[in-house]
């Protein structure tokens, strides 16, 4: 994380508050995530370099440029158009699109046409863990998400192993909320 320029992801006018450890708006009623969030998120997720990785929710593209950094590929779906047009602009002016795919998308069905995913990171919260997400999991892999009420949540780690799939808290925390056919709609 210290050699990705969070700046580049921070509207200009915010750019005060880029290395500052809390969520950062970034329009249509969004944010970039606070920092230590994407840390623990990505730390969660235990990556090695080789994974192909599923991003819910690309907003700024940070997170997707951290998961860059760890992983081979990045496929980062974004529900707001202009949120992800922003993320592409944003990794691209940061050269850090490189293994990083931004699509437009409902991501809370996940994103079929490349699964399966060595490690999927959901960055809004959801009610329940999507049936999807875990369906397009590759075994073994690690599926980070947020869910509980629309208020706070918890940040569940969602492990497959062996065929058996077993989910634990790892935090709490607040997140805005998942939209979506698999999410709060
Ligand atoms: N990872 C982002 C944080 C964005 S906040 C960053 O580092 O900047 C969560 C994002 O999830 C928002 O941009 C929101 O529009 C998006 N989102 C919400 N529901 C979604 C869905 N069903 N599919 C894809 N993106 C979604």
Redesign the pocket.
Same mark, same amino acid.
């Given at each position: 994380m210290g050699r990705i320029p969070r700046e580049e +992801?921070v509207p200009p006018e915010s750019r005060l508050q880029s290395y500052q450890d809390e969520p950062v708006s970034?329009g249509?009623g969004? #944010?970039? *995530?606070q920092p230590y969030m #994407?840390a623990l998120m990505a730390e969660l997720l235990e990556l090695h370099g080789d994974e192909t990785v599923l /991003?819910? $929710? &690309? $907003?700024? !593209?940070?997170? &997707?440029a951290v998961l860059g950094a760890l992983a081979a590929q990045v496929v980062s @779906?974004?529900?707001?158009p202009e949120?992800a047009a922003l993320a592409a602009a944003n990794l691209a002016r940061a050269g850090l699109g490189g293994n990083v795919t931004v699509i437009c &998308? /409902? $991501? *809370?069905h996940g994103y079929p046409e490349r699964a399966p995913y060595d490690a999927i990171s959901v &960055?809004?919260g959801a009610p329940e863990v999507p049936s999807a997400l875990v369906d397009q999991l590759r075994d073994p892999g690690r599926l980070v998400i947020p869910v509980g009420p629309l208020i706070d949540q918890e940040l569940l780690v969602v492990e497959k192993r062996h065929g058996r799939v077993d989910t634990h808290v790892a935090a709490y925390c607040r +997140? @805005?909320p998942?939209? !979506?056919g698999g $999410?709060w709609q």
């Amino acid at each position: 994380m210290g050699r990705i320029p969070r700046e580049e +992801f921070v509207p200009p006018e915010s750019r005060l508050q880029s290395y500052q450890d809390e969520p950062v708006s970034i329009g249509y009623g969004q #944010t970039i *995530s606070q920092p230590y969030m #994407t840390a623990l998120m990505a730390e969660l997720l235990e990556l090695h370099g080789d994974e192909t990785v599923l /991003d819910v $929710g &690309a $907003g700024s !593209g940070y997170h &997707a440029a951290v998961l860059g950094a760890l992983a081979a590929q990045v496929v980062s @779906v974004e529900i707001v158009p202009e949120l992800a047009a922003l993320a592409a602009a944003n990794l691209a002016r940061a050269g850090l699109g490189g293994n990083v795919t931004v699509i437009c &998308a /409902d $991501g *809370s069905h996940g994103y079929p046409e490349r699964a399966p995913y060595d490690a999927i990171s959901v &960055a809004a919260g959801a009610p329940e863990v999507p049936s999807a997400l875990v369906d397009q999991l590759r075994d073994p892999g690690r599926l980070v998400i947020p869910v509980g009420p629309l208020i706070d949540q918890e940040l569940l780690v969602v492990e497959k192993r062996h065929g058996r799939v077993d989910t634990h808290v790892a935090a709490y925390c607040r +997140f @805005v909320p998942l939209r !979506g056919g698999g $999410g709060w709609q």
